[in-house]
């Protein structure tokens, strides 16, 4: 691991780099100390107000929300992926037994020192995810997947076989919430219109809401979804709480002739999604060079 602090950056200082075995983990803050930031690989995956402990990111609202919208009692969770830790620390602020998977232990300590992570407060399991549902016998309101390998999914956590699986240590009212990225624009929508087909092969009940940046969640069960309470908008940070209660409101719906089921033998996503993907790459990539 490297502590070299030494940067060419103009509008933040460097707080940590090290390497781990799935690339290079930096943390880096504002000259200010207003806003800080964890990067993967030169990828900005999530963001922090240091002052309140909250994310200034929208995904990390829409992840929460959903799940507290569409469980009328959540009592467990499961957590596909800790990113720094911010949602599964909420969720167990608010009396909530969670349950985390992660599969780079070198993430830990980086929550824990630069985004108020108290590891004591979670179950924390290190390894895949897809292994961990095949072992696990405990059985959750909701499944929170957030695991991110840069700037994609694994694919092997987005297939039929995958969410049934999911399904199989949920609660039978039990919700799936899944953060993506992909494009609904006809032509480019081939990863989130597959995704939604394979959700309801595996679920039956599917939700899609999307942001224009690209940012994309499902949410699925295995009965009809329902709305059971709204979210107070002064509980999202001002800087993204606009762009969270407008993803919150509002569905879409996929073309059902495009995409196709993903299973296990045959998924194809990482072709036909390519170039959204290196989209997504170059304008992450962009707003690390910002900095």
Known sequence: VRHDLNTQY???????????????????????GSLRFY?????????YIPKTGQSGSLFTYALHGLA??????LRSVLCIGLGVGIVPSQLAGEGVRVDVVEINPAVVPVAEKFFG??????????????????????????VLLDAFLGDSSPAHLMTREAFAAMRAVMTPDGVLVINCFGSTERGRDFF????????????GHVELHAADNGNAFFVASATPLRAF??????????????DV??????TRE???????????DFNPVEFHDAANRERLRRNLAKSMQEL
Request: one cysteine or more; proline letters at 4%.
């Open 254 to 264: 996929p073309d059902p002739l495009h995409g196709r089921v993903l299973t296990d």
């Open 192 to 203: 989130l219109a597959s995704l939604a087909k394979t959700l309801r092969a595996a679920f």
């Open 229 to 242: 309470r709204t979210i107070d908008p002064q509980t999202i940070h001002p800087m993204v709480r606009d």
């Open 117 to 142: 992570l108290d590891v004591s407060r979670l179950n924390l399991a290190f390894g895949d995810g897809r292994q961990f549902l095949n072992r696990c016998t405990n059985r959750y309101d909701a």
């Open 10 to 32: 103009t509008q933040v200082k460097q707080l940590y780099r090290g390497n781990s075995n799935f690339g290079q983990l930096q943390v880096v803050e504002t000259r200010s």
């Open 245 to 250: 209660m407008a993803v919150l409101a509002r």
């Open 39 to 47: 990067v993967n690989d030169y990828l900005i995956q999530n963001t």
């Open 68 to 73: 507290r919208i569409h469980v009328e009692s």
